[in-house]
DNA sequence: GTCTATAACTTGATAGAC
DNA sequence: GTCTATCAAGTTATAGAC
């Protein structure tokens, strides 16, 4: 089965959606567009799927999903908050260079969702950076976490590696190892090199 | 002159363009809805702008060449790189609080431009990231930041501060001088705390 | 400058033949 | 399941009266 070719028309139609709606924005897409890169009319479109919105639901509820899963993994882990933090980065560098098309979409285009499943899907967004605020909160109270806003940490956190898909691309020079080591390492320490102002050992 | 309520006709539209493009996307925010809110027929707003493109023209173009004037500024600084980059860090947390509508249009919106003014604005935006890029590579040079890769560097640095506009309400709870103390040490120095393992002094 | 009317087009989605 | 034909609604923008 060359995997490539042919297989499921419908994968295939959620999977150029994905990239669709990716390049152009949710709105600048059409199914017009979408019925030409599978090779269909877009009425046909209709046999495969129920709506445009059910295609951006989807792609934006098994993200979700996949996330808190990831987050479950983590909550379970038998280690300090700063392993579990830096988990979480993982968690989310892999993801978005393995899912880079569906993890971008979720990323910049659930707004364009509607309700109910707005709501829905924001009130998922909410538990898992409730989740991922608590494991601060334990690491500022443990000490390992430097003092200041848990807000301002937890949304910087967030940002680093929620938007790597604009400007990393896997195919580049940069390898997974390090992008992974130099990011956990740029967050856990700063920038700034150690001063051997006072060095002693 | 209550500047609130009547001034220029164009300036409101401007304005009203801004926001209405910056809550539901350029795509989905339609003419009709931005005449509605400044109290218009669709078609009075054409003899005030050219098009709808030529307001999203306008802020990505505005906001880029208050990023340049910036970078400008912080070039001519006579300081090390390390506070050429605080200063940096700090234009772009000002910005995004003191002019927050406009500069998320600008973030999130310029892909909707058209040729040749999509090009003319990607041209201007790596304009500003090679000069940013030219700071960190003198300053790792120097020795004033950790070895670790370039761009890694630079873009993690550019997402923290990018985004904020998604997270952080200037009337809510976290003032403007706790955001920029928390995110620059936080950036410089790393979110873990020194281990006060071989603590000498 | 603002309006009504409308041109010219694109949108998501459906009906029904094959 | 795919097609042609089409609908109803929405889009930006213009023409021309006032």
Redesign the pocket.
Known sequence: MQDSEKKN?KEEIYQEAAKLFRQKGYNA?????L?ERV??????L???IG???EILAKICFDNAHHFIAGMEAVEAMKTDNAKKIKALLLLHIRTAIEETTSVTVFNDEWRHLSEPQLGEFILLRKDYENRFRKIIKDGEETGELKKMNTEILLYSLLNSVQWLHYWYKPEGKIKQAELEKDIVMMLMEGIASRKPKNRKD
Chains 1, 2 share one sequence.
């Not at 090779?39 to 046909?44: C, F, I, T």
């Open positions: 028309k897409a059409s199914m017009r567009d019925a090779q269909l009319k877009a009425s046909s209709y046999s495969h709506s445009k919105e």
